[in-house]
């Protein structure tokens, strides 16, 4: 890294500094950060001040994620998010997360695709809206033709309910933890709108800024 160098070439910020949704993307496609493989034992996230990928910690379980894990950057699941939420007043304060299944192994994280958004699971956790999208990889061989969530096989999304409802386990501690509302591509994609705006009304200045690279 050169003291000369303009802004623009250092990497942007996973979070603050990309897109939600890619330019001259169909409807219903976002841009997503993966930070989670399906063969990852230790749990990665992405460091929100630095924009770096760092361990969380490693998994107590031996559950690993059914698919890609990651968020859509410039969301953030706040009050908008936690108003399509029935039984939640309040939400995670996060980016929103999302699940990619892909028919090729990828073998890495830290990388961003694009996404065909197909529904999502209303997950709860400790009386806050969590919600996670489910996705397919855009152009996917397998996966790339699924618009909607009954376009999947059932077991692809009973995976993703079992996961998030048991990895927070630990032995002897009781969780609070609901998956049991599981919606199609309509109500994602407003899961998606109203992250969106959490995320203007929140950091629309901030994102502004670091999109710069100022």
Not at 13 to 37: N, R, T
Not at 203 to 213: D, E, T, Y
Request: hydrophobic share 35%; charged share 25%; proline share 6%.
């Amino acid at each position: 890294m050169y003291l000369n160098e303009p802004f623009s070439a250092y990497r942007r910020h996973p979070w603050h500094g990309l897109e939600a949704v890619p330019a001259d993307a169909e409807p219903g496609i976002v841009q997503a950060y993966i930070e989670m493989l399906p063969s990852d034992t230790v749990k990665y996230e992405l460091d929100k001040d630095t924009g770096f990928l760092v361990v969380d910690r490693p998994q107590r379980t031996t559950a690993t994620p059914p698919a890609l894990y990651g968020f859509i950057p410039r969301t953030y699941c706040a009050e908008e998010v936690a108003a399509r939420c029935e039984h939640a007043d309040v939400a995670d304060g996060d980016p929103l997360d999302i699940c990619i299944f892909s028919e090729r192994l990828i073998t890495r994280a830290d990388i961003l695709l694009n996404a065909r958004v197909v529904g999502g699971i209303q997950m709860i956790d400790g009386g806050e809206a969590d919600d996670k999208i489910i996705a397919v990889l855009e152009g996917d061989n397998i996966w790339g033709g699924v618009d909607d969530i009954d376009d999947l096989p059932p077991i692809k999304t009973e995976r993703l309910q079992h996961y998030f409802s048991t990895y927070k386990m630990i032995p002897g501690k009781e969780i609070d933890i609901r998956v049991d509302c599981v919606y199609g591509k309509g109500e994602a994609l407003e899961v998606v709108k109203a992250a969106r705006l959490d995320y203007q009304n929140h950091f629309g200045h901030h994102g502004h800024l670091a999109q710069k690279g100022e």
